[in-house]
């Protein structure tokens, strides 16, 4: 049997109880934004990148929107925002959906610290979840954590997501290699938690 094909969205608009997703911009409060989650080096040290600069953030936005309008859609690099904050609120982090294959896709976020411990982190996977599973009807979900980043992995497995192993010197960043744990979940095993269905 064929899988039936993966929907392209665009734009994404999502709603939690706290969060919402949309589509970056390329303004200036967008680029600040993103660059005060890549910028700084406490936040980089778990992405799978080097820090960047503002210029190299706005670079990645417009990447990010020249990747929503391509047809069949394979990023969706999204802004996430805190409702409280008004009618368009700047972004406090990034939610990243990567497809791969026949109805898969790998699984990102990132935070700006100081929205830390917040359990933001749960709640945009959850909406990741919903959207992947639900809207563009995948069937699997891979994530990889630095092993350094217990609060992701915490969340990943609270989300339902199964360990599958470490990836031995997956990255080589800042003069060394680095690990990568790869977490996975499939559409049912996902618990639809209630963030999802917003």
């Not at 392209?8 to 997703?21: D, F, K, N, S």
């Not at 949309?22 to 778990?46: I, Q």
Request: with cysteine; glycine share 10%.
């Amino acid at each position: 049997m064929t899988p039936a094909p993966v929907r392209t969205v665009h734009p994404v608009h999502l709603e939690g109880p706290r969060l919402a997703v949309r589509e970056f911009r390329l303004a200036p409060d967008d680029v600040a934004a993103l660059h005060a989650v890549f910028g700084d080096p406490e936040t980089a040290r778990y992405l799978p990148f080097e820090s960047q600069d503002e210029e190299e953030c706005a670079d990645q936005i417009e990447l990010y929107l020249d990747e929503a309008r391509q047809e069949p859609r394979t990023a969706y690099r999204l802004a996430v925002t805190l409702r409280a904050d008004g009618h368009d609120p700047a972004p406090v982090g990034n939610a990243v959906l990567g497809l791969e294959g026949d109805r898969a896709a790998s699984l990102g976020y990132a935070l700006r610290r100081d929205t830390w411990g917040n359990g933001y982190a749960g709640e945009i996977t959850a909406l990741l979840c919903g959207f992947a599973f639900g809207t563009l009807g995948l069937h699997r979900l891979a994530a990889r954590v630095d092993p350094a980043n217990t609060a992701s992995v915490r969340v990943l497995t609270r989300a339902g997501f199964r360990p599958e192993g470490r990836i031995r010197h997956d990255l080589h960043l800042r003069g060394a290699w680095h690990d990568s744990l790869l977490f996975s979940l499939l559409e049912d095993e996902w618990g639809r938690p209630s963030a999802a269905r917003g």
